[in-house]
């Protein structure tokens, strides 16, 4: 098992292709054996009402709003300096939300080791 980092992030999907390439230039390489490893689902939906002082990307104050949207999954290294480096110049300079929301989640992965299959057989 090795500890590990979940973020979530909600996309607008005409936006995802340019949020993927961003996160993927500071990323971290993994294992060597796969590279940029993402998970999106969709159709969804987030709802937002801008208030005051805000400046939203789409939709107007005081109204309700309600877009498409992809929840986009990737995995890190339980290390504070990637997760910053990931948020700071990988999520937040490529997304088009004022305050978008980011969840980051502490997981443990379970490893895919030869010697388990190994010993099965």
């Known amino acids: 098992m090795e ?28 294992d060597n054996k796969y590279a940029e490893v993402f998970w999106w689902s969709s159709p969804g939906t987030e709802q937002f009402r801008p208030l005051e002082g805000s400046n939203p990307t789409s939709g107007s104050v005081g109204e309700l709003s309600r877009l498409d949207s992809v929840e986009l999954k990737f995995l890190l290294p ?13 999520i937040l300079p490529a997304h088009p939300w004022e305050a978008p929301v980011i969840t980051v989640d502490e997981c443990l992965i379970a490893l895919n080791f030869p010697e388990l299959k190994e010993s099965k057989n």
């Open 78 to 90: 339980r290390d504070s300096e990637i997760l910053n480096r990931v948020i700071e110049k990988g």
């Open 3 to 30: 500890k590990a980092y979940r973020i979530t992030v909600f996309v607008p999907p005409a936006q995802l292709e340019v949020v993927l390439a961003s996160i993927s230039k500071v990323l971290p390489d993994n």
